[in-house]
């Protein structure tokens, strides 16, 4: 890695239809900063404009994920109003764009995952932690509200009640309980993290690019639909899916019991 590069408040590489994203101020905990923010929102126009991108694995250099936004940005602001605007503008037009262009996405989460990374853990489609991960909202201890999407994910993971506990006790929540409430997917070894949720990004990437698509529209549907309405889209999906070509090679595949083959971007 060049020194360049190493110095990039983000790191994009791309492998087989993944790409990883990584936050990379290690020495500030991958604290969220402007450069950060506006790196993001920039890394997401560039992947969505190149194609081919399969899945999303949004992971942090160094101990943590993410411990929050860097609060030095507000400390030497002479017009807070401006630089809230300034951090968090960019960053929240990145994550709805990565969101509403229907690539699944996954989070390696070790370390500290606070506030704003916490709001971005949670707002992923998977979530894989380490042992030594800890989840905090964080934003009452400093006289703020949630950002990021927080407020949204964690309402739709796990219900107001637990969503409201969070975000206003702001209490640490480890690892295994995170598992527990369903706000990670699997917890391992802090050594195995990336090789896992590499994984599953691989796992992901092999499948129909169409039809994960249509899946996760339905899971973003669901919660506010009724059951005629949601068996409704599901017919419409399937009938769509079916005229595709990915429904071809996964028929062909399964009847020649060989492994499927999806080529759509």
């Known amino acids: 890695m060049s020194q360049h590069a190493a110095e990039a408040p983000l790191l994009v590489t791309i492998e087989r239809g993944v790409a990883e994203i990584r936050f990379n101020r290690p020495t ?24 081919g991108i399969r899945a999303i694995l949004i992971s942090g250099a160094g101990r943590a994920f993410m411990a929050g936004g860097d609060l030095t940005h507000f400390r030497d602001a002479s017009d807070r109003a401006a630089a ?26 070790q370390g500290a995952a606070a506030g704003a990374g916490m709001s971005i853990a949670a707002l992923t489609d998977l ?17 703020a509200n949630p950002d990021c999407g927080g407020s ?11 969503a409201a506990e969070l975000m206003l006790l702001s209490d640490t929540v480890h690892a295994q309980e995170a ?10 070894p802090l050594e195995q993290l990336h090789d896992a949720a590499r994984d599953i990004a691989d796992r992901i990437a092999s499948g129909s690019v169409a039809a994960m698509r249509r899946t996760r529209h339905l899971l973003d549907c669901a919660p506010g639909a009724t059951l005629r309405d949601q068996l409704s889209a599901e017919l419409e999906g399937f009938v769509k899916g079916a005229n595709s070509a990915d429904f071809d090679e996964a028929l062909e595949a399964f009847f020649s019991k060989r492994t499927p083959v999806f080529r759509d971007v």
């Open 28 to 51: 500030q905990m991958n604290a969220l900063d402007v450069a950060t923010a506006e790196a993001f929102r920039d890394a997401i126009d560039r992947l969505l404009a190149g194609g």
């Open 127 to 143: 979530a894989i932690a380490a042992e030594d991960a800890r989840f905090s909202m964080a934003y009452i201890r400093i006289a």
């Open 152 to 162: 949204w994910a964690l309402t739709h993971l796990l219900g107001r009640r637990k």
């Open 179 to 188: 598992l527990q409430l369903g706000l990670v997917n699997r917890v391992v």
């Open 84 to 109: 809230a605007k300034a951090l968090i503008a960019p960053i929240h037009e990145g994550l709805l764009k990565m969101v509403e262009s229907g690539i699944p996405t996954i989070a390696a989460i």
